[in-house]
Every structure is written in structure tokens, then in C-alpha cells.
């Protein structure tokens, strides 16, 4: 009699990863981290975009790491033909420089799920410090929504109808966002009127990076964009984006609404945190407030936004087929503080017509 065999579970298929990087020490760090990782394996290294291109077709990764100054062709030269040709999950290893920065915003902004930033001194240990975050990022990446690359949007007219000089400065437009939310923050600050109520956003940045990202902002928006400063006041008109490493906070002081940074502890493991701004928003704006839930990983800031909702808020997620990672708005839902749920492009259409509804009510009273 044939002995039966009983079949045990098949083997979790790793994740492949495509290391691309012109420095040999670079590529031998990367690969070494990503190979402790029992749910992943290097298929291959690459020095340059040329050689990667061949080892693309011949492997099929799942994610790229990709540095951005290479040989023969730069990363983000590389990284545009990728996403029209075959979009691919990528995680950028980039310089922490002010132009560093830039050409990781351009990155993102071209389809790059997010980035690692490389140390300037010490790479050999600054890359192993960092180890968590990028193998949680190619994790991250492995499952992202990726999209072909489309032209670039233009800026909206100037034509475009303002609010109208009525609205309540009272009005606070509050934030949060991580994994793919520059992109998204870009797309709900581009329509906004000069007479947009003031716009406070914590979006998951180190530093280093957050003040080019407000200045890239600003240079495409018609409401100002800028980095938040401690003490400043929050005016209508005005993106504040929340420092790399510090919290941002919303504070009344008499009639006004000022910002407030701290460098406490990280909460839900940043900082910047949404679920300390959601929180600040929630006890001192309430009903003032409309809450916004963009692409991210995770559950920052879901609690605090049934905080806000509870206090008076009307509160927004982004949703699921138009999110980068449907993590944070996902937890958001799942709490209870969300009234809305909408794409991505349907989100400021919405919110300006809250504020002209909001208006129009007013006046009748």
C-alpha cells in the first residue's frame, strides 16, 4: 500500500527586489539589509539604469530601489521612462541635500511610491539605521497602487470662480496624509482659490524635506504654500505644511488661529503626526473644521478624527482606488469619524462647495 503524503502550506512567495545604485558599497549595504528579511530576496543589482533595464525584463522585480545620480542615465530620467513604459513600484535612496530633496519630490511626483533618505557621512551605519524604514517601505511598495504616468496637470486657470470675499475666516481646512500624499496634497492644493480658508497639513516627512515640498508647492499653487513656524498666524489663503520632525498644532489665541510646533515624542511612530494635529483641530476649531484623510500607511490620526467629527467637523477620506495605500483612510472609515468618502479629485470640488453651502446658509440666517 502506497504510503499517503499530506501536503503542508506552500511556502510565503518573497518579494523581489532590484537594487540600482552606481556605488558598489551602496549596492552591497542594500542588498545585505533586504537579504535578512525572510519575506524577501534580492534578484539582482544593478550599477546603472542601462544594465537595470535588461535585468528588469529578465527578473521581474517587484519593487526597485533606485538612486537618483548614476552614470549613463540619472534615476529620475530613468524613473519617467519606467512609469509611462512599465509602471513598477519603486522606493528612491536619496541624498538628504536641499537638491536632494528636489529631485525626490520630482521623483514622486512621477510615481515613485516613496523614499529613503542616504546619510551624508557614515553611509555604512546610517544605512543600517535606517534599516527598518526601508524594508517597511519596499514592504509598503510591494502592495502600492501604481499608475501608469499621465502629463503633467496644468496649474488651474486664473479665472476660476473665488469664493467670494464672504467666507468665514473663521473656517480651518485640516490634513493628514503619508505614503503618496505629496502627490495627493498637490492635486487637492492646485484648485483652491487665493480666498480658500487656511489649509493646515501634516504630511509623513523628514526634515531636510518638508520646506522644498512647501516651496515646490507654493511655485504651482495660487493660495501661498509654506513651511509652518511656531507662533505664526494661520490666515485664509495659506497652506501651512508641518515641519520635518516636529508636531504641528492648531491654537486659538483670541480671535485668531495660530500654529503651534513641538518636538515631543513621536506618536504612532512620527513626527509630524496626524493624530496630533486632528487632536489640537478638534479642541480648538470643532465645528469650524473640515477634515481631510489622504493616502498612507497605517492608522495616524484615525482616532483623533473621530475626535473632530465628535467636536463638530465635517470630515473627508480619500478613497480606496484612488489612494497610493488605503491605510490610513481605511482606519479612519473603520473608527467611525469619517462622513465622506470620495476620489481624490472629487475632494476639492466637494470642499468648496461645503464652504459655499456653509455661506449661502449663513446669510439666509
Known amino acids: 500500500m502506497q504510503k499517503q503524503t499530506v501536503a503542508g502550506p506552500a511556502p510565503a512567495r518573497r518579494i523581489k527586489v532590484l537594487v540600482i545604485d552606481d556605488s558598489a558599497l551602496i549596492r552591497s549595504l542594500l542588498s545585505e539589509i533586504i537579504s535578512r528579511q525572510s519575506d524577501m530576496v534580492v534578484v539582482g543589482t544593478a550599477p546603472d539604469p542601462i544594465v537595470a533595464r535588461e535585468m528588469i525584463r529578465n527578473l521581474d522585480p517587484d519593487v526597485l530601489t533606485l538612486d537618483v545620480e548614476m552614470p549613463r542615465m540619472d534615476g529620475i530620467d530613468f524613473l519617467e ?22 529631485v525626490t519630490l520630482r521623483a514622486l511626483e512621477l ?46 486657470a486664473p479665472g476660476q470662480p473665488a469664493l467670494g470675499s464672504r467666507i468665514s475666516t473663521e473656517k480651518l481646512i485640516i490634513v493628514g496624509a503619508s505614503t503618496g500624499g505629496t502627490e495627493a496634497i498637490r492635486e487637492l492644493l492646485l484648485p483652491m482659490p487665493p480666498d480658500a480658508p487656511a489649509i493646515v497639513i501634516t504630511q509623513h516627512m ?6 522644498s515640498f512647501a516651496q515646490r508647492l507654493d511655485s504651482l499653487c495660487r493660495i501661498s504654500v509654506k513651511e509652518a513656524a511656531d507662533g505664526e498666524r494661520i490666515l485664509p489663503g495659506h497652506a501651512y505644511i508641518a515641519p520635518g520632525d516636529f508636531h504641528l498644532m492648531v491654537q486659538k ?56 467629527k465628535r467636536a463638530g467637523a465635517h470630515n473627508i477620506a480619500q478613497d480606496e482606488a484612488s489612494c497610493v495605500v488605503f491605510g490610513m483612510p481605511k482606519e479612519a472609515i473603520a473608527a467611525g469619524g469619517v462622513d465622506e468618502v470620495l476620489p481624490l479629485d472629487a475632494i476639492t470640488p466637494r470642499v468648496l462647495g461645503l464652504l459655499r453651502e456653509g455661506d449661502a446658509v449663513r446669510h439666509r440666517i
Open 206 to 211: 523628514p526634515a531636510g524635506f518638508t520646506r
Open 253 to 308: 489665541s483670541g480671535a485668531n488661529y495660530i500654529a503651534r510646533l513641538s518636538d515631543a515624542e513621536p506618536v504612532n511612530r512620527h513626527r509630524p503626526s496626524v493624530e496630533v494635529l486632528f487632536k489640537s483641530a478638534a479642541q480648538c476649531a470643532g465645528g469650524n473644521v473640515i477634515g481631510i484623510m489622504l493616502t498612507g500607511m497605517g492608522r495616524d490620526g484615525a482616532t483623533a478624527m473621530l475626535e473632530m
Open 111 to 156: 510615481g515613485a511610491v516613496d523614499f529613503v533618505a542616504k546619510p551624508k557621512i557614515d553611509i555604512a551605519r546610517g544605512i543600517d539605521a535606517t534599516s527598518h524604514e526601508l524594508v517597511e517601505k519596499i514592504r509598503l511598495a510591494s502592495n502600492a497602487r501604481v499608475r501608469r504616468l499621465n502629463p503633467f496637470r496644468p496649474v488651474p
Open 81 to 102: 521612462k519606467l512609469m509611462r513604459l512599465r509602471p513598477m513600484p519603486v522606493v528612491m535612496v536619496s541624498t538628504m541635500t536641499q537638491q536632494g530633496a528636489e
